[in-house]
């Protein structure tokens, strides 16, 4: 049975009818043409789907667009603040913590997500916060060094 499901994207309200049960990766990438966010394993184990739901780090192949009504979601793309790239972004930049870049969108949404939640984290914090995003490059230490500048970054705000 299809809905109407009403949520904040990238900071602005928008609407989706169809199946609740649809996934989310599914209605960012086909209905609002948002491809930043990543199919990887399609069942939340990789990361590379990862967007921010009312500010944490969700999986978007195993959320359901029902969950997501009268809340907000950001994807890769509304993370910046126009030109101005968001510190984690910039950190990822400045650390080259990217190679291939298939998993960058969904390891900065989870880097964010983690720093909402824990502004000063320790190294031991950010890697098990990062365990389940999943880099096949071999860029971790680079990811890691590049999320430990963003916390700080994000602290003198």
Request: charged content about 25%; glycine content about 12%.
């Amino acid at each position: 049975m299809k809905e109407n499901i009403s949520f904040n994207l990238n900071g602005e309200n928008v609407s989706f009818e169809g199946e609740k049960t649809q996934t989310l990766l599914w209605v960012l990438r086909t209905k609002f043409q948002l491809t930043g966010t990543k199919y990887g394993c399609g069942e939340g184990l990789c990361g590379a789907c990862t967007v921010l739901l009312d500010g944490s780090a969700v999986r978007s192949c195993t959320t359901r667009i029902g969950e997501v009504s009268g809340k907000k979601v950001v994807t890769i793309e509304g993370l910046a603040e126009g030109e101005k790239l968001h510190p984690v972004q910039q950190a990822f930049v400045n650390h080259d913590a990217l190679q291939c870049g298939y998993c960058t969108p969904g390891m900065i949404m989870n880097a964010v997500g983690l720093l909402n939640d824990n502004p000063n984290p320790g190294r031991e914090d950010i890697i098990w916060g990062m365990e389940d995003n999943l880099c096949r490059c071999g860029a971790h230490n680079r990811i890691l060094d590049a999320i430990e500048e963003a916390a700080s970054e994000m602290r003198k705000k």
